[in-house]
T-cell receptor, first 110, second 112 residues
Framework: GQQVMQIPQYQHVQEGEDFTTYCNSSTTLSNIQWYKQRPGGHPVFLIQLVKSGEVKKQKRLTFQFGEAKKNSSLHITATQTTDVGTYFC??????????FGTGTRLTIIP | DTAVSQTPKYLVTQMGNDKSIKCEQNLGHDTMYWYKQDSKKFLKIMFSYNNKELIINETVPNRFSPKSPDKAHLNLHINSLELGDSAVYFCASNLRGNTEAFFGQGTRLTVV
């Protein structure tokens, strides 16, 4: 089936350190989205990547889409306590269904 | 001005009961979804409706029956609730074509 593997499952970082989560698919994606879910909250859209090799930035967040459109990453520079939450990638395989990755739960040590 | 609203937010019920969760969106979207998030935080799509028409129906027990009276509403009825149905259920909506999805605040269902 169409699956998206996301690693790591958990990440604990010291405040100020960087953080990266990765999504991988065995098949080519039409596009990929990223969401953030705060503890006790609901997923909130961050960004969508469509083009091969695309790189987008939102302040301290950098999103990349692989050249083959099979993988993506989210990198946070100098984490802050407000970055706490679970980050999900959501892949579109061209079938109008968003398939969510397993998520990476980020905790920050102050 | 909640964009996607679900009711109730919490639902505690006994095994064997039947319950419904309601969802409404005021964003003018044409596509609505139900997702289930288990205790490990995995988000799995259950159903999707576009303009009241069912377009995605994942492998979900037929005890779960969605209903979309119009494109702004998508309800979920669950018959004969089981312990394994305990989870957070999220409603979401977007415009067809895989644009940004907006999620409701979730309904935490606990079956005892």
């Amino acid at each position: 089936g169409q699956q998206v593997m996301q690693i790591p499952q958990y990440q604990h970082v010291q405040e100020g350190e960087d953080f990266t989560t990765y999504c991988n698919s065995s098949t080519t994606l039409s596009n990929i989205q990223w969401y953030k879910q705060r503890p006790g909250g609901h997923p909130v859209f961050l960004i969508q990547l469509v083009k091969s090799g695309e790189v987008k930035k939102q302040k301290r967040l950098t999103f990349q889409f692989g050249e083959a459109k099979k993988n993506s990453s989210l990198h946070i520079t100098a984490t802050q306590t407000t970055d706490v939450g679970t980050y999900f990638c959501a892949a579109n395989f061209g079938n109008e269904k968003l398939t969510f990755g397993t998520g990476t739960r980020l905790t920050i040590i102050p | 001005d909640t964009a996607v609203s679900q009711t109730p937010k919490y639902l505690v019920t006994q095994m064997g009961n039947d319950k419904s969760i309601k969802c409404e969106q005021n964003l003018g979207h044409d596509t609505m979804y139900w997702y289930k998030q288990d205790s490990k935080k995995f988000l799995k799509i259950m159903f999707s409706y576009n303009n009241k028409e069912l377009i995605i129906n994942e492998t979900v027990p037929n005890r779960f029956s969605p209903k979309s009276p119009d494109k702004a509403h998508l309800n979920l009825h669950i018959n004969s609730l089981e312990l394994g149905d305990s989870a957070v259920y999220f409603c979401a909506s977007n415009l067809r074509g895989n644009t940004e999805a907006f999620f409701g605040q979730g309904t935490r269902l606990t079956v005892v």
